[in-house]
């Protein structure tokens, strides 16, 4: 498990890296205005619709960068260049904010999300409740690598809550992210995922088995921010100002994100 674990952890950062290298090249091509998003993996199917829609309100590209908060978080104190982040765990966000890298007054707290178990909807797998997970026929159960994951991290807080997660843990299979763990089940590597309920709208075969009730685990709220020595500031606070419209809350309702009704605009 030690050993898979670091190198998924290492195959993530070299990902992430590339993707950021990506986004290097561009920024020194130019060729009009662009701000660059490091953004929970979570949020992919939203962002992306949301993106396109700011640029063509806007004129201004969104470039987004999407991985688990924890290593966008790391390759942020790294030195990484970008203009905002989006984080799926408000533990990674007080990280950068104790240490100087969000410029101040500009972090919200723009979503919440929920914790749930799923299965492929035609495995005929029967469970309902968090001990049913201790059955034989529950033999791999893809969590996110709670060593950089928040989906993993409040599987793991909700499993310790119950009483499961030493009894549960032969059977874990660490993922570099939630959609990851969706895709596993999907291909039937595992029978059952820890999961946001967002993961599950998209995606058509796989269903909730239960859920994970709040005082389980930190309540789920994905903060954003501009980062200290963003780039591109203005534009930056234009693109954060949009998500909390209520065009954008109606993006993020049909991916299963709840907005924060007091930021939405």
């Not at 660490?174 to 596993?184: F, L």
């Amino acid at each position: 498990m030690k050993l898979k674990r670091i190198i998924l952890v290492v195959v993530t950062a070299l990902v992430v890296s590339a993707m950021w290298l990506g986004t290097a090249s561009s920024r020194q091509r130019g060729g009009g205005q662009e701000i660059y998003v490091a953004a929970a993996a979570s949020m992919a199917n939203a962002l992306e619709r949301l993106a396109k829609d700011f640029e063509n309100s806007r004129g201004i590209r969104v470039r987004l960068v999407l991985a688990s908060s924890g290593l966008l978080r790391k390759k942020i104190e790294a030195g990484a260049r970008v203009d905002a982040f989006i984080s799926a765990s408000t533990r990674d966000m007080d990280l950068l904010e104790s240490s100087g890298y969000v410029m101040p007054e500009t972090r919200k707290d723009l979503l919440r999300n929920t914790l749930v178990c799923v299965v492929e909807a035609s495995s005929g797998l029967r469970i309902v409740k968090p001990a049913d997970l201790l059955k034989d026929e529950v033999r791999r159960i893809a969590i996110g690598d709670p060593s950089h994951v928040p989906a993993g991290i409040y599987a793991k807080q909700a499993l310790m809550h119950l009483g499961l997660w030493e009894r549960l843990r032969g059977k874990f299979v660490p993922c570099i992210d939630a959609r990851a763990c969706v895709g596993q089940v999907k291909a039937g590597g595992v029978a059952v995922a820890i999961v946001y309920g967002s993961d599950v709208m998209s995606g058509d075969t796989i269903e909730v088995a239960f859920d994970f009730p709040p005082p389980t685990h930190a309540g789920i709220v994905y903060p954003v921010c501009i980062l200290a020595d963003a780039p591109h500031a203005e534009n930056a606070r234009a693109f954060l100002d949009f998500l909390t419209s209520t065009h954008a809350a109606a993006v993020f309702a049909e991916q299963g994100f709840e907005s924060i009704r007091k930021e939405v605009k």
